[in-house]
């Protein structure tokens, strides 16, 4: 039992289905024999009551490599009890994890409490399934585990009736099935669960203390399903959870050691994790973290949630930039399966030009939309607007359905196999065991001497295309400054950098806009809808192209004078 809140797109339309309810789980998990009763060992400030018993039963599913329990990822259809339903569950940062529900659908037999394995029903929802589709990538979800379970439930309530905690006493019977859905072996065992709802994480420490003192231990394995497998399944890359810090990412992957003893088995050199404090540490917190950002956006983007695209598009471009900023920490020929770094950086380069196309008619639908309003009615004759969002609607929507025909490609997913590899044991040279400080001092000051170079070579240019194009190219050395500086916790840097990239965008922005709007005029006139305002928007936006580029030397100069530490 859990606060819940809903985790879908606001406002449903009528056609979308069920939005998935959520809530943060916190939970920790014991075994042996109690001397007391559950309800007799609670905290004296709460008040235990009991609430029955339930019968469960689950079916899990993941690939047949188990893909997803290996990224701390479980699917489970289950029904009886209090939250019947389909069950997703996604790693969070310390060590919670998100339990995301949606209900069962259409009735139907409880396939999952009979005998036949092949009984269990395999239509997993579209948005789970959206959802884990850059960890399954092209493997087929099957049924792996099917768990009944008689739950005692005991609830902790304060004065006011509010429910703080959840225990409950499980007792287990789990079957581990094959790929063909016949029964591997079977497990029986009891546990002890207990659960945050509404209560502080000072409770369950309270709890944990009685429930020790009574003769219990926390359990070895982390969840039901990892138990009712046995050993947990290799793997080849660690992906720390989407709100992790460099350097916070948990110990408790499954299979991080049975991946590198595999690597060095298989004829790679031997691996190991690079010292604490060296820059090597520093790069595979950084490539962990933004891979795992990378794959958790991808279901943002599938399920066409706002600004999905914008902050994939980040992710692929901060990657592409930390290998570039740390090109020398790595050794070139070993790129996680392709054939080079280089090539690893020009896939990023693909994935980046793959989401811009709907990113930027997003961007200019909403730059033009917002100077449209702030002209004089008698400056924008005709339905402009209507036009203007249509053009940004329609553009978006043709650009994220060809996005989205990529991101079910062979080579996207090739991509993040590669990705993945390379974050679980990144090619380290001997340089990266250096002390992070000062090979950071070195890269940042390597990265505003680019950056500013780079305006000061495109302020003196003429003005056209080639002075366009070079200031285009001056923010994209800007933001890579910036995301070497977010990247190693340097936040004035960053901030400098960010200045300075952020008027760069604004004038490319603005350019952009201004190149659009002629072919926007042509096709009102074609319309029969007048054109005058189509020439007031340019207007406008040659003028934000001139005052953006007034604030570039400003903007240079502060970026110039930061101070690295």
């Known amino acids: 039992m859990a606060r819940k809140t809903t985790v879908g797109k606001p406002p449903a339309r009528r056609s979308d289905p069920?939005?998935?309810?959520?809530?943060?789980?916190?939970?920790?998990?014991?075994?042996?024999?109690?001397?007391?009763?559950l309800p007799s060992l609670v905290p004296v400030e709460v008040t235990a009551v009991t609430a029955g018993t339930e019968q469960l039963r689950a079916v899990y599913y993941d690939t047949p490599d188990l893909r997803l329990l290996a990224h701390r990822i479980t699917l489970r259809r289950r029904t009886g009890g209090h939250d019947a339903g389909w069950h997703l569950k996604l790693p969070a940062a310390d060590g919670a994890r998100l339990e995301l529900q949606l209900p069962l659908g259409s009735p139907e037999p409880d396939a999952a409490a009979t005998a036949t394995p092949t009984d269990v029903p395999t239509h997993?929802?579209?948005?789970?399934?959206?959802?884990?589709?850059?960890?399954?990538?092209?493997?087929?979800?099957?049924?792996?585990?099917?768990?009944?379970?008689?739950?005692?439930?005991?609830?902790?309530?304060?004065?006011?009736?509010?429910?703080?905690?959840e225990?409950?006493?499980?007792?287990?019977?789990?079957h581990a099935l094959d790929p063909s859905g016949a029964v591997r072996h079977e497990q029986r065992w009891q546990e002890v669960e207990a659960e945050l709802v509404d209560g502080e994480g000072t409770l369950l420490d309270a709890v944990e203390e009685?429930?020790?003192?009574?003769?219990?231990?926390?359990?070895?394995?982390?969840?039901?399903?990892?138990?009712?497998?046995?050993?947990?399944?290799?793997?080849?890359?660690?992906?720390a959870a989407p709100g992790d810090e460099p350097g916070d990412e948990p110990d408790d992957v499954p299979g991080r050691e049975a991946a590198g003893e595999a690597g060095d088995k298989a004829g790679g050199e031997p691996w190991s994790e690079p010292a604490p404090g060296s820059v090597g540490a520093l790069l595979t917190a950084l490539l962990r973290q933004q891979v795992g950002q990378l794959l958790a956006q991808d279901a943002e983007v599938?399920?066409?949630?706002?600004?999905?695209?914008?902050?994939?598009?980040?992710?692929?471009?901060?990657?592409?930039?930390?290998?570039?900023?740390?090109?020398?920490?790595?050794?070139?020929?070993?790129?996680?399966?392709?054939?080079?770094?280089?090539?690893?950086?020009?896939?990023?380069?693909?994935?980046?030009?793959?989401?811009?196309?709907?990113?930027?008619?997003?961007?200019?639908?909403?730059?033009?939309?917002?100077?449209?309003?702030?002209?004089?009615?008698?400056?924008?004759?005709?339905?402009?607007?209507?036009?203007?969002?249509?053009?940004?609607?329609q553009g978006y929507r043709t650009a994220w359905r060809l996005t989205i025909r990529e991101l079910e490609g062979a080579r996207y997913f090739a991509l993040l196999d590669a990705l993945e590899r390379l974050a679980a044991r990144p090619p380290l040279r001997r340089r990266a065991g250096r002390p992070a400080a000062a090979e950071v001092h070195r890269l940042l000051s390597r990265e505003r001497r680019r950056a500013c170079r780079r305006v000061a070579q495109a302020l003196a240019l003429p003005h056209g295309t080639e002075r366009d194009e070079a200031m285009h190219a001056a923010r994209r050395a800007a933001k890579r400054a910036r995301y070497a500086g977010e990247g190693a916790a340097r936040p004035l840097f960053a901030a400098a950098m960010k200045g300075l990239q952020t008027v760069l965008g604004e004038r490319q922005d603005a350019l952009m806009a201004a190149q659009a709007l002629p072919e926007l005029a042509a096709s009102a006139h074609r319309a029969g809808e007048p054109g005058f305002g189509y020439g007031v928007l340019y207007v406008r936006q040659r003028d934000a192209v001139a005052a953006a580029e007034a604030e570039v030397p400003g903007a240079q100069a502060v970026a110039g004078a930061v101070r690295v530490k």
Not at 211 to 229: I, N, V
């Open 18 to 37: 069920p939005a998935a309810e959520g809530h943060l789980e916190r939970e920790r998990k014991y075994e042996g024999e109690a001397t007391a009763s």
């Open 124 to 165: 997993v929802p579209a948005d789970f399934l959206a959802r884990v589709r850059a960890y399954s990538r092209a493997a087929e979800l099957a049924p792996i585990a099917r768990l009944a379970t008689e739950r005692r439930r005991t609830l902790l309530t304060d004065g006011a009736d509010r429910v703080l905690a």
């Open 167 to 174: 225990l409950a006493e499980d007792t287990v019977t789990a």
């Open 210 to 239: 009685r429930l020790l003192a009574a003769g219990l231990h926390r359990s070895a394995s982390a969840s039901k399903l990892a138990r009712a497998l046995g050993p947990a399944p290799a793997v080849t890359a660690v992906s």
């Open 302 to 393: 599938r399920r066409d949630r706002p600004d999905a695209v914008h902050q994939m598009r980040i992710c692929a471009r901060r990657l592409r930039s930390t290998l570039r900023v740390h090109e020398r920490l790595l050794r070139p020929d070993a790129a996680g399966g392709l054939t080079s770094l280089a090539a690893l950086e020009e896939e990023l380069r693909w994935l980046g030009h793959t989401l811009g196309t709907a990113r930027d008619r997003e961007v200019l639908g909403e730059r033009l939309l917002r100077d449209l309003d702030a002209l004089d009615r008698a400056e924008r004759p005709g339905p402009m607007r209507r036009r203007l969002k249509a053009w940004s609607r």
